[in-house]
């Protein structure tokens, strides 16, 4: 791509190079509680209507970035673009979440399962990461995204959101040589996709690992970091994507970090429901860390935020590889206005912390 980045800051915090204050994203920055997104959504006339139509997926993608001084931009999508390419017939009910008309019961669902045309049923993704890339003009980096095998897995068998997703779990139990076939089959998806991304211009890639934390440390091992460490792999063989750092974020997965770490990967999500100085003395410093204010802190008072972004940052201390983030991403009941404190509180005392170095 023949722009150049105006802010480097989040992809130099992912090599653990110095930056002069930490940079910034949100998970979910371009969502629901947002007015501009509501309203182009309305006009795109649902959820998949977004995601699925290049413009519009770029309208608001870029939304967040106009209103706040963020450090990345991620492309809007759903984590189930990969699942819906596959046969299964993605919708998402109002107020219910996503669902899946055909769910997987059976050795015969998982086996006619096939690695989708990144160039045929994916290309709308595509061609929104080709679009984004090019409306940022070098604005910040761009980040591509999927979920990750063990995360699609569970809303595959499922067929919709769970609070434990018990069926996968049956089947890791009572079949677990089907259970690694679906698994395998979505690694290869995944990377498969991520390096689509890669080449049509995303400069970061991360994996959401939701679900991982539902797993015991035998089976996350076996069942989400196995599949996740394959995926790493692909990405660094592949001449699209092996440049780009790539982040995995396993949400109450924070016992897993340093096997998280040797994965290859850049860097790693952090929730909150682990100090960072214990989560950087876990990988040793090994790999950048992303997080980890609570969410639900948004919402409380502004002086509230600016203390508990203050104490995130006092965590991780004066150490490059902090990239600031949310544990999990942001809600809709939200005011805009907290996002934009709690953004120039991370920049303002980011900068006092690392002394304004460069």
Excluded at 32 to 57: K, N
Excluded at 137 to 160: D, H, K, N, Q
Excluded at 235 to 257: I, T, W, Y
Aim: glycine share 10%; proline share 6%.
């Amino acid at each position: 791509m023949p722009d150049v980045l105006k802010n480097d800051r989040f992809l130099r915090a992912l090599r653990l190079e110095p930056t002069d204050t930490t940079p910034i994203w949100v998970m979910r920055q371009a969502g629901r509680y947002l007015p501009e997104y509501r309203a182009t959504r309305e006009r795109a006339g649902s959820f998949m209507g977004l995601a699925q139509q290049p413009e519009f997926a770029c309208e608001v993608t870029l939304q967040p970035l106009d209103r706040f001084d963020l450090d990345a931009a991620i492309l809007f999508s759903d984590i189930l673009t990969v699942p819906d390419a596959m046969g299964l017939g993605l919708s998402f009910a109002e107020g219910e979440g996503p669902q899946f008309a055909r769910p997987l019961r059976s050795k015969a669902d998982i086996d006619k399962l096939a690695v989708p045309d990144m160039d045929g049923e994916l290309r709308y993704v595509m061609d929104a990461v080709r679009l984004i890339r090019k409306e940022l003009r070098g604005r910040v980096p761009l980040i591509g995204f999927s979920g990750s095998p063990w995360t699609l897995a569970c809303y595959m068998v499922e067929g919709r959101g769970s609070k434990d997703f018990a069926t996968l779990k049956a089947m890791c139990w009572n079949e677990p040589k089907l259970a690694h076939q679906l698994l395998d089959t979505l690694a290869q998806a995944v990377a498969a996709y991520l390096i689509a991304q890669a080449a049509a211009g995303a400069q970061a890639l991360m994996i959401f690992d939701t679900w991982g934390g539902l797993l015991g440390p035998g089976p996350f091992r076996e069942f989400s970091l196995r599949t996740m460490a394959q995926i790493v792999a692909a990405l660094k063989a592949d001449a699209a994507s092996r440049e780009l750092p790539v982040v995995l974020f396993s949400k109450g997965a924070g016992q897993h970090l340093a096997a998280l770490a040797d994965t290859g990967c850049a860097g790693l999500g952090v929730d909150w429901t682990i100090d960072l100085a214990d989560a950087r003395a876990a990988v040793g410093g090994r790999v950048a860390l992303q997080g980890n204010l609570d969410p639900a802190i948004l919402r409380a008072a502004p002086a509230v935020v600016r203390r508990e972004a203050r104490m995130v940052l006092d965590s991780y201390g004066n150490h490059p590889g902090h990239i600031f983030n949310l544990g999990h991403g942001i809600t809709p009941e939200v005011q805009p206005e907290q996002v934009k404190i709690l953004v120039d509180e991370v920049h303002q005392y980011g900068r006092t912390l690392r002394g304004g170095r460069r």
